[in-house]
């Protein structure tokens, strides 16, 4: 029998959580769920590099958190969060509601798109393509070009 990691009993603070919002539909679960668990722990390892003297738990300045659409259209609390979006406006329903209120930040035509307020003033972005390769090469994009400036915003704008 495999072994299974315990996972914390610790309860979710909303006060430093930075939910990775996935669609709750069968594709989103199949493609972007995979997708979401890689950049939860690229925003993970850069938390911990970036702000070393607080590796984890309850002190970390924030805790990145997959979590579905359904949860976090339908928590009020949640909304107040900083969030990053992953998957298409047909498999996520937060993607579909941000469209257009969010601006484009990097754009490969008809292949895939970072929406976010390039002033980081709005703490949501969306990462999405056309299909899985195309929504992890969004994702690259938003790590390379917009993550470490998000997550800096996020922890000096007290939104966690």
């Known amino acids: 029998m495999p072994k299974f990691p315990v996972p914390s009993d610790a309860p979710v603070n909303v006060d430093t959580l930075l939910p990775i919002v996935v669609g709750a539909h069968p594709r989103a679960e199949k493609h972007d769920r995979p ?52 998957g298409s406006p047909g498999v996520n329903a937060l993607s579909a509601y941000l469209g257009d209120k969010l601006p484009s930040a990097y754009v490969i035509d008809d292949t895939l798109m970072v929406q976010l307020d390039p002033e980081l003033t709005e703490l949501t972005c969306c990462c999405w393509g056309t299909n899985a390769a195309a929504t992890a090469g969004a994702i690259r994009a938003f790590c390379d070009k917009y993550l470490d400036a998000f997550l800096d915003a996020a922890v000096r704008a007290g939104a966690v």
């Not at 984890?56 to 949640?78: C, F, K, M, R």
Request: net charge neutral; proline share 10%.
């Open 35 to 86: 997708l979401a668990a890689a950049l939860r722990d690229e925003i993970a390892r850069r938390i911990a590099r970036r702000f070393p003297g607080q590796p984890g738990g309850d002190h970390a300045p924030l805790e990145p958190l997959v979590i579905t659409d359904v949860w976090y259209l339908n928590d009020q609390s949640l909304r107040a969060c900083p969030c990053v979006c992953i």
